[in-house]
């Protein structure tokens, strides 16, 4: 489990196992009142990324 904190005032905002968030949650912190916004983390992708494209332009001259 985990703690899920309020990102201005570090409340506790709730408890979770890893990989429970499936959605976008926005959740109103008790203390400070400020609207956090929490989204599931991606996994991390195993494809190359792209050259950049003034790379491939140096490429074709």
Do not use: W, Y
């Amino acid at each position: 489990m985990r703690d899920i904190r309020c990102g201005k005032c570090s409340a506790l905002l709730f408890r979770a196992e890893h990989d429970a968030i499936s959605n976008v949650i926005e959740i109103k912190c008790r203390r400070c009142g400020t609207l956090n916004h929490l989204r599931p983390i991606e996994p991390a992708s195993d494809r190359q990324e792209r050259q950049p494209d003034r790379v491939l332009h140096e490429i074709q001259r």
